[in-house]
């Protein structure tokens, strides 16, 4: 899920920054300490969208820098379970496929693909059996999130299905509501 977060903080400005326009400074030393982080509530950071208000500076003897209190908005992405997402498909396997849903991704068990006894062929795409249909790199899907483990961004795993009714490569999907509709 997509949040839009408002944020109170102290802003921290190096000497280095010192002659750059105070709005700049404070929006770079944002970007470095909040975008593309995990936070310890499998929230993950995106990019900060701007800065409201910019309080008072305070400088913190033995440091040197300048610590603004700060008023500003990150646009942040926390996966739930249950939650239905649509992504590309970035790579296939032997035993899956891994998906960019959004800044991150996840990954569908071949068990988990479709209705159908799935294999892994050799042009790098998962075929089922009975329905022949075929998913390949590169291929738009709905999953739902069915797993979460996010101790650090480097080792975040998010499960997917795409086995329930409505879910699946967009054009199985779009096949399915012309067939029902007939």
Known sequence: MYKLLTVKDRVR???????????????????????NKLLDNNRFIICMTEVVNIGEGR???????IYYETTFKLLSYTPLIKEVVEGE????TDFGAFVR?????????MSQVMDDYVSFSKTK??????SKKTLSIGDY????V???????????????????????KLEWIEADKKVKAK
Do not use: W
Not at 21 to 32: F, G, Y
Not at 59 to 65: L, N, R, T
Not at 125 to 130: I, M, V, W
Not at 152 to 166: E, N, V
């Open 13 to 35: 400005v190096p000497p280095l920054k010192f002659k750059e326009d105070l709005k700049k400074s404070v929006e770079e030393s944002i970007v470095e300490d909040y975008e």
């Open 59 to 65: 400088i913190v003897p033995g440091d040197g820098a």
């Open 89 to 92: 498909v970035t790579e296939i």
């Open 101 to 109: 849903i959004g800044p991150i991704e996840g990954f569908v068990h």
């Open 125 to 130: 795409s998962l075929l089922g059996k009975e």
């Open 141 to 144: 899907v709905r999953a739902r």
């Open 146 to 168: 069915i797993a979460i483990s996010m101790k650090s961004l480097k080792d975040a795993k998010i499960g997917l299905t795409m086995r329930q009714p409505g879910l699946g």
